[in-house]
C-alpha cells in the first residue's frame, strides 16, 4: 500500500510561482510505475500535468511545458512540481498519483488558485 500526501498548494496572483510537494509512504524509488502530477479544475476532466518514471524521464502535458519542472528527492521519498509564471486557467486542484502492485494510488489534492 501507498500514501500519498501532498502539500504547496494556496492563493498566488497571475505571473507568480508555487512548488508542490507530494511525500509517500514508501520509498519513491521503488514504484516502478513513477509518479505524476494531474489537476482537475471545475468542472473538467482531470489533465495529465507532469510525469516522472522510475528512470527519472520527465514527461509534461501541454499545460505546463516551459512553466513546470517536475523533480523528485528520493531520500525524502518526495515528488515535486515547481510552477512558474503561474495563469489563471492553472487554477485547480492538484493531485499525486502513482501506481503500484495492480493498485492506483492518488492523494487528497492541494488547491491552487491563481487570481488577483
Known amino acids: 500500500q501507498v500514501q500519498l500526501a501532498e502539500s504547496g498548494g494556496g492563493l498566488v496572483q497571475p505571473g507568480g510561482s508555487l512548488r508542490l510537494s507530494c511525500i509517500g509512504s514508501?520509498?519513491?524509488?521503488?514504484?516502478?510505475?513513477?509518479m505524476t502530477w494531474y489537476r482537475q479544475a471545475p468542472g473538467k476532466e482531470r489533465e495529465l500535468v507532469a510525469r516522472?518514471?522510475?528512470?527519472?524521464?520527465?514527461t509534461y502535458g501541454d499545460s505546463g511545458k516551459g512553466r513546470f519542472t517536475i523533480s523528485r528527492d528520493n531520500a525524502k521519498n518526495t515528488l515535486y512540481l515547481q510552477m512558474n509564471s503561474l495563469k489563471p486557467e492553472d487554477t485547480a486542484v492538484y493531485y499525486c498519483?502513482?501506481?503500484?502492485?495492480?493498485?492506483?494510488?492518488w492523494g487528497q489534492g492541494t488547491q491552487v488558485t491563481v487570481s488577483l
Open positions: 514508501r520509498s519513491i524509488s521503488s514504484l516502478d510505475a513513477g
Open positions: 516522472m518514471s522510475l528512470l527519472g524521464l520527465m
Open positions: 498519483y502513482t501506481h503500484y502492485r495492480g493498485t492506483n494510488y
